[in-house]
């Protein structure tokens, strides 16, 4: 056997579990609107969220990342705005992940996310 549970287990976030159901209101981010800015306050505390959990992995279902608008055109805009958010904040957090890694000398199997690495003063929640 000799592997970790992270090994056999690949552990994730679900984002509308965790970030976008029924006790959305309990997080002290939430400011009770469905806005932009809502939506990516949310996406910045997921990185958050994993970084703290030690979890490398996301996960989302089809539109829970952004916020509806007006015309379809809005939502769509809303959504790759979003969208660029999180590829941006992916990258970092990896990259932030693999340097801590190599800098404590990690070689190990698993994720572990970027525990110990200073965020971005624009990635704050």
Same mark, same amino acid.
């Given at each position: 056997?000799? /592997?970790?549970?992270? &090994?056999?287990?690949? %552990?994730?976030?679900?984002?509308?579990? =965790?970030?976008?159901? !029924?006790?959305? #209101?309990?997080?002290?981010?939430?400011?009770?609107?469905?806005?932009?800015?809502?939506?990516?306050?949310?996406?910045?505390?997921?990185?958050?969220?994993?970084? /703290?959990?030690?979890? &490398?992995?996301?996960? %989302?279902?089809?539109?829970?990342?952004? =916020?509806?608008?007006? !015309?379809?055109? #809005?939502?769509?805009?809303?959504?790759?705005?979003?969208?660029?958010?999180?590829?941006?904040?992916?990258?970092?957090?990896?990259?932030?992940?693999?340097?801590? /890694?190599?800098?404590?000398?990690?070689?190990?199997?698993?994720?572990?996310?970027?525990?110990?690495?200073?965020?971005?003063?624009?990635?704050?929640?």
């Amino acid at each position: 056997m000799g /592997k970790n549970m992270k &090994d056999w287990l690949r %552990f994730s976030v679900a984002f509308w579990h =965790t970030f976008r159901g !029924t006790r959305g #209101e309990m997080w002290p981010w939430e400011d009770g609107t469905n806005s932009l800015a809502m939506a990516k306050r949310r996406m910045r505390a997921n990185f958050e969220f994993l970084e /703290k959990l030690g979890v &490398d992995r996301w996960c %989302f279902r089809d539109r829970d990342i952004a =916020t509806d608008a007006e !015309t379809l055109e #809005e939502t769509k805009a809303n959504l790759d705005e979003v969208v660029a958010l999180a590829k941006e904040l992916q990258a970092w957090f990896f990259e932030a992940a693999v340097g801590y /890694k190599k800098k404590i000398g990690f070689n190990g199997g698993g994720g572990g996310g970027g525990r110990g690495v200073v965020k971005p003063a624009d990635a704050s929640v």
